[in-house]
């Protein structure tokens, strides 16, 4: 499954750094991360990883949850989606 996380800071950006930076050395075993951003506009971040399913999303982001509020989207491949209709 492909996870699109959308993060807005709660804290300053050097303390959020210090928490990703923890976050990307412990990734949970079945997490793979594709890219991650910052952006502007309504969030200050986003990142794109794999997971086997919605458990790997949560225990990726527990440790976040001073630092960042999130919210993670489950995407599907725009063919595959298609199909489904």
Do not use: C, H
């Not at 499954?1 to 412990?26: H, P, W, Y």
């Not at 910052?38 to 630092?67: C, H, M, N, Q």
Request: charged letters at 30%; glycine letters at 8%; proline letters at 6%.
């Amino acid at each position: 499954m492909i996870f699109i996380t959308l993060i807005k800071f709660r804290k300053k950006a050097s303390d959020v750094i210090e928490v990703g930076k923890k976050i990307m050395q412990n990734l949970p075993p079945d997490v793979k991360v594709i890219g991650t951003y910052w952006t502007l506009g309504r969030y200050d971040s986003v990142w794109i990883f794999e997971g086997k399913d919605p458990k790997d999303a949560i225990k990726l982001w527990l440790p976040g949850g001073e630092v960042v509020r999130t919210e993670t989207l489950v995407s599907l491949p725009r063919d595959e989606a298609i199909r489904l209709l």
